[in-house]
């Protein structure tokens, strides 16, 4: 697995969707005991959920075999994974993801693959408070919670480089030429 910037992950799939490739994106709500997975449309505008991977460390090597199968499956070029990009360096969040990641590479079942990290802002917290009312048992809660945030920061990202890209193929207008009569 490679990392590259957010923004670079979406000008390569874009290249490779222009070359008659393509894929789809991969998110992840990393968490202590669950990946909450989400994926994207073909057109990588929407995202949707999709599952919870069960995380321990005794599992890895079933973890990485799954992501292989999602892989294919699902025609996957990069994982957009969900960290807290705070100012606060001892934020734990930030170690379980990069740990989770540091083993994925090292399991190297992914070669190939490229991620990078996207702001996940408390994505969790609000799924979790948008999903109190409905008063579902407390297990079932958490895999919906989970697969929800990895929406939302699939989203996030998919929102960000789309906008992005539109407003990047438009003409400034300042760089339209202005004829007075």
């Known amino acids: 697995m490679k990392y590259v910037r957010p923004w670079n992950l979406f000008l390569d799939l874009q290249k490779a969707k222009a070359a008659g490739g ?3 994106l991969l998110g992840l709500d990393v968490g202590e005991k669950y990946v909450g997975l989400a994926v994207s ?13 069960l995380r321990k460390k005794s599992t890895l090597g079933l973890m990485a075999e799954d992501f292989q199968s999602l892989v294919l499956e699902f025609s996957l070029v990069g994982f957009i994974v969900g960290s807290p990009l ?11 993801v990069k740990r989770l990641i540091d083993d994925l590479c090292k399991a190297e079942k992914l070669e190939g693959m490229k991620y990078t990290y996207w ?7 609000n799924i ?14 958490k895999t919906i919670a989970d697969k929800f945030a990895a929406v939302g920061i699939l989203q ?26």
């Open 156 to 181: 996030g990202y998919l929102d960000y480089v789309n906008r992005k890209l539109t407003s990047d193929q438009k003409p400034s207008p300042l760089l339209k030429s202005s004829s007075t009569e």
């Open 128 to 141: 979790e408070l948008l999903l109190k009312p409905l008063n579902f048992h407390p297990g079932h809660a």
């Open 86 to 96: 705070d100012t606060l360096r001892n934020n734990p969040g930030v170690f379980q």
């Open 119 to 125: 702001d996940e802002c408390y994505t969790s917290q």
């Open 22 to 24: 393509g894929g789809r």
């Open 41 to 53: 449309d073909s057109h990588n505008k929407i995202a949707s959920p999709l599952s919870v991977l």
